[in-house]
């Protein structure tokens, strides 16, 4: 469980030392040392923010250390994160928890080695679609050159997947707002790998109908859509009529931009659309998607779309004055409540410290763009309202920290609480303080 | 139970009439509905914001209206927050939970006329002290004529006791900002008037020493400390050079104005300085304190401290991996955690879904104001960052809504919470979704 954070650690480091060579940099000389750390860290935790254009200040070997390390990353989180939730299923399995095991046997695969191998496989085959569609087109719409459509494909290809969110263009993907043919498999891409390898496994290789999936899955699954809808529908009634962003656009391209913008917040972090220009309302609503984010053992980042919809659950229980917390004729076990919580609250934590770190060291920040960097950073969303080019080498910090927190941090915190619980040698006497 | 909401709604009710009516005013006709409604609203529910300036748009009928509104929703939030807390006890107790009346004996008095009768003397003991130093400091220092310094001396008394934030001086206290003896004495009396009768109860007339306190007075009292320190410290420390706030201010008059500001979002809404003219860190602060707020069964509002408290004791026994949630001592019942995630989670909501709210409803807000305004407006502290005044009919509808939800749903919807909690019938198989 240690080596995880130091597995991540070591990533960073290895790529923070080649982004720091002067064959990375496009302009003369090397790049400062916290931007290479930035830019590693940003890639190896797949967040996408970026301090500097990726598209010009780069060599074309700093592109693709970036595009390594995304890859890496990547298949890091998911691996590290499907392993370790197989590894507490096994340690309750043991405990005699027969019903918790039948649950999870979706992964209770035998080896670890075929699980890696399985992960691989799902991101060559993901990826290569996405490759192939957005590569021809640049190919065959934008008159790229044959390689360079091929490079451009690769590149967007593993970042949409792996929820990573850098770009070869400065503007992301503003120019291709109206291009069904690069946006939809980018965006579906980015939905796909959010989805998580546990609930992928479910869908892809175990055949089940929906009426017998997990309760992770049918909770991932039905909080996706509707988290997509939300999205969707808060982009373009929100949106329409702005002038700065959706205004101009025709109808059909409006829900094209209102399907991408939507679903990049959980975690994907490209754009068709400038964030910047959008109005609070959306921009609130879309601070709130992010810190929810993608789900469990997946490239998204966030508190993870069942944490959220568990709560929700919790809640409704609370209010109907319930004892057990029944999702579709299954109790959630009180242990995993209690884990959702504290991942949530852990979460609203850091995004707090976050946001005040920030404005802290950045005084000419608003609340609003601090709290949208900080949660954008956590969540490994990598959506800017601008200005992280104009932090400080401090907050530039600040969001290392941040960004290395909620990717490693939520998978091992995670498992780490699953597995730690302690029986309890001796009980106190009971209290009931006044709450609310 | 049902009664407490409908009591509160026939008080508003009654309220927006007299408001309404003519003579209320200061000037020429009547008030409009929405403007008798929103200051109804924020007086019974001792909030504080204001869409007009008490001191000027008001006749002296209406500000008498206003204070007795006040008065009433004071001691109705406190009477019925202590009695729904004594009928809970009293539940518990008649199932057999004979150690969690043990805790709550403090407050298991006989019969709730003796418990009406203390709040009583409570308020009335604490607004003497406060009215007689205030009075007299305007009488002597500032000229006031005898008959005009009592009023304004029982104005303010009333105002701060029941941390209503109402002041008849057009910019709250701004004027006394150096002036230790108006400073001290309103806010030492939202400070007590947070603390929540139950809480005063037990510090005044059980004469317990502090090691045989509750395990909720010792919440509430440690709590409180930590949260004046973090508000006084965070005032000083952000705005000690803003030359719109502290800048101009000696050292002496510095401190006491981080002392007075650091209260107030907890919830009095007074204020000495413009917190519109803050730094957005210290504004994100204060939208933090504002948020969790006072004592449970006192005047404050909020998630209440014990709810915030209790969830970092949750977090703590999680992350050591300790099956209960123990607080010196004792166990906190799992009935009672799920009522402080509920009440936490359910604010969370209101707050998000009231900013989203103002939002839509006048879009030329930022992000910023809206989420302060909708905080102040849930937790009814009352401070503004100056945009209330401006706000449409809608968007004044919703602060109204927030209001009234924040006053009086964290008190029934706690007490009904763990009040209703039925046995199960039947349990389902567990199932352990992968969280974070
Ligand atoms: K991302
Ligand atoms: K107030």
Redesign the interface.
Known sequence: MRLVPIAFLAVIAIGTVLLALPPARAGAGAAPFVTALFTATSSVCVTGLTVVDTATYWSPFGQVMIMVLTQVGGFGVMAM?TLL?IA??RR?GLRG?L??RA??QALDLNNPGRVLARIAIVMAVAESLILVVVAGRLWLGYDYAFGRALWYGLFHAVSAFNNAGFALWSDSLTQFVGDAWICLPLTLGVIAGSL?F?VMFELWWTGRKPARW???TR??VAGSIVLLVVGFGVMLA?EWGNPDTFGPLGVADKVLAAFTQGAMPRSGGLNSVDYGAM???T???TI?LMFIGGG??GTGGG??V??FF??AY??KA??K????V??G????????Q?????????GVALC?LG??AL??TS?W????R??FESVSAFATVGLSLGVTGNLGAQAQLVLVVLMFCGRVG??T???A??L?????LH??????????
């Not at 209690?338 to 852990?346: C, D, E, P």
């Not at 920040?365 to 609003?368: F, I, P, V």
């Open positions: 994160a939730s507490v299923g309750l928890r019903l918790a649950e999870n998580g546990p997990s309760t992770h909770l991932t929100f109005l609070p309302a921009i609130a609503v709130g469990s053992a508190i993870k069942t944490t568990l709560l919790v809640i609370e209010i004055g319930e004892p057990d029944v999702i004729r299954r109790r959630v076990a009180e242990t995993t209690r884990q959702a919580i504290s991942v949530a609250l852990g707090a946001c005040l404005l802290t005084p920040l608003t609340l609003e601090a709290l939520t998978v915190v995670a498992s609480l699953a730690n619980t302690r029986p309890s009980r106190y006497p009971e209290a009931r303080p006044i709450v609310g």
